[in-house]
């Protein structure tokens, strides 16, 4: 139990274009779940917290307008990046809080702009 | 605010040795504690957790310890084996609230045969 899927599990794009990506809690429901970046042999990094049904809380020193973040239904959140260009390049992964207040965390998904 | 340090890696043992990964945390309140893995090409599972001082988490031979007293959450297994080779990683979530995660940098850990 307790799984959570990305899709897609890496893209390649051109600069200047929109990334979709898709967090999805296959088995329970998850009113929060969140977004995170990682970057090479370094940590995660909280971007933002993603409520069902309302707007996402975002860190300090994260563009809201430049990953959007839309929490539709109570088992898929969707980021977006917007205008993506090189420096976007990193693995993004979203976590889903389940039971009991534990978080479960997708694959991820690496996203290279060209 | 909230901050995890944990032991810098790379670290390589032989199979069946002892292992031993420091986490110090600094927080406000009183935190919950984890320790999460990410085996190469998968996403982080979590691999135990504490929820208060004294506590200790376990899990497929792993330990750790809550402790209030010296802000640590160490994390120790008496024989590795060539599957434990990974990423660990700390982190604390402070109580109420959205209980979001705070991370550690990580500890790559590789088993030789």
């Known amino acids: 139990g307790a799984v959570v899927s990305q899709h897609p599990s890496w893209v390649i794009c051109k600069s200047g274009t929109s990334v979709k990506i898709e967090c999805r809690s296959l088995d329970f429901q998850a009113t929060t779940m969140f977004w995170y970046r990682q970057f090479p042999k370094q940590s995660l990094m909280l971007m933002a917290t993603?409520?069902?049904?309302?707007?996402?809380?975002?860190e300090q020193g994260v563009e809201k307008d430049k990953f959007l973040i839309n929490h539709a239904s109570l088992t898929l959140s969707t980021l977006t990046v917007t205008s993506a260009h090189p420096e976007d390049s990193s693995f993004y992964i979203c976590?889903?809080?389940?039971?009991?207040?534990?978080?479960?965390f997708g694959p991820g998904t690496r996203l290279l702009v060209l | 605010g909230d901050s995890v340090t944990q032991m810098e890696g790379p670290v390589t043992l032989s199979e069946e040795a002892f292992l031993t990964i420091n986490c110090t945390y600094t927080a406000t309140g009183y935190p919950s504690l984890f320790w999460y893995v990410q085996y190469p090409g998968e996403g982080l599972q979590l691999l135990l957790k504490a929820t208060k001082a004294d506590d200790k988490g376990s899990n497929k031979g792993f330990e750790a310890t809550y402790r209030k007293e010296t802000t640590s959450f160490h994390l120790e297994k008496g024989s590795v084996q060539v599957s434990d080779s990974a990423v660990y990683f700390c982190?604390?979530?402070?109580?109420?609230?959205?209980?979001?995660?705070?991370f550690g940098t990580g500890t790559r850990l590789t088993i030789i045969p």
């Open positions: 982190a604390l979530s402070e109580v109420g609230g959205n209980e979001k995660l705070t």
């Open positions: 976590s889903a809080r389940g039971w009991g207040g534990t978080q479960y």
């Open positions: 993603s409520n069902e049904g309302s707007k996402a809380t975002y």
